[in-house]
């Protein structure tokens, strides 16, 4: 699936089209109108103290040196002002590209292998994110000097069409070289995106596994391995900065190699009297300005190429799809999906267990999640609960984890800590469920973080229950007990994944993976 550079500059912009179009139209037509305006002034300074006719029709030469020292403050203060609200919308598409980042996320389907990382996740919300707003604002700073240069080129043209044709060379040298090393601005800016996710992913698993990483080797060998990733994401890091900046350099060279040659070639013409004093200094003037075009043209078009490697990295849609069927009536249930060039057929009714077991352990996972996902899209109105195999908890109390936004309701609480064999872990903490769980449920057992995500999906009343490895964290007395007390919920399909005996003699009907 590929996504246009458009589709995420749309998504970028969202509601703040109108303000982003309002400043770069200010910006432009500041920039264009007062530069062009100073160029003719200082060419009609110049044909006065000659005797010649000045070009605007302003007579007198103290009025144009006035116009001519007033436009810099000018356009000093606008983009005084310019700047504020670049800022300002600067942090608005930050925000919206984001915001998109995370509904596309929230979006993913479960039960796929293609879905990235959180360290190449992370990746994206820090540096595809960011590329995509630089390209944005790259039109602010670059379509004025854009602007610009065109309208210098008609003056010019009109003063000389020969100049104006060599004013261009710059230019169309700079779209061919970009054209030619196209496919190495992309391979670079990939190379160094991909660098990047991978040491973001490397130094994600090791703070996630921090006290696995201490048991496992030493600090100076994990630094070692840390500084070998960084040197790879420094050398593709500086590939890519290095072309970019030798073409910037190669576009601002050339361009003042052709300034100097046309300023050789009108000094015959001056002596000559086809080229006058104002004509000289103005187009030394405007040339200071066309000289920035080249560049202007190169750095979109390199900044076009560098984004649709963005583009393309925040495509989060898997590649791998799946379908199936539901039916829920009454107390009956049935479900078809399709998982490893096989179909799985699910059938149960209220108060059953429905026992995934055999395979792995991720495919089983793969296939309750994948089952999960089509009963949420195809049950609408039949609220389904997923419980994965590790339930993330966040910092706050037992309470607020197993509430989890949904009243308070002392009579169900009670019931779902008994079920769940909870009760007597929270008397033996001093706060009982006020206590806090800690970052990511650090401040529990792993049996109780998990015991707390069941808590909470039956909270939530759910008819439809998925569990992915009911016991496998508890020991066998708190797994014995749990399993009789799942069995008590007649109002309820409860579908497991899990290789846990005591649920194979308990479960109304076995799927083998």
Known sequence: MKRSTGVICQKALGSERGFYFSILLVETAVYTCSFVFSGLAKKDIFNLLEGKEPALGIGSLKILILLNVSVPLLINCVKQLNSGLTAMIETRLKRNIKTFLMEEIFEQKMGVRTIKSNGELLSLFRNESEDCVAYLLEYYYQIPKIVLSITILIVIFWVNPIFAGISLIPAAGMVVLTKYLGEHIVVNRRMA?????????????????IEIFKLMTDGELLGKVFQKKCRERADCEIRDRVLDKCMSVISENSAGLVMGSILLIAIPLYRKGLFSVGEFVMFEYYYFFLESLPDAVGTLIRRYKQVGVSSRRMVLKENETYSGKVFYKGHEWFAEVGFENRDYRFKGRRGEIILLKGGTENERSMLIQRLFEICCAGLAE???????????????????????????????????LELTVLTEDIKQFPEGIHKDAGKQGGAVSGGQRKRIGIARALYFDAEILFIDGLAESVDKRTEKLLASNIVKLTDKIIVVASESELLQERAARIVKV
């Open 193 to 209: 995106r991909k660098a990047t996710g991978r040491l973001t992913e490397f130094v994600e698993n090791i703070f996630r596994n």
């Open 382 to 416: 039949v609220k389904c609960v997923y419980v994965p195999q590790q339930p993330v908890l966040f910092r706050g109390t037992i309470q607020e984890n197993i509430c989890f936004g949904e009243s308070w309701c002392e009579e169900k609480m009670e019931k779902v």
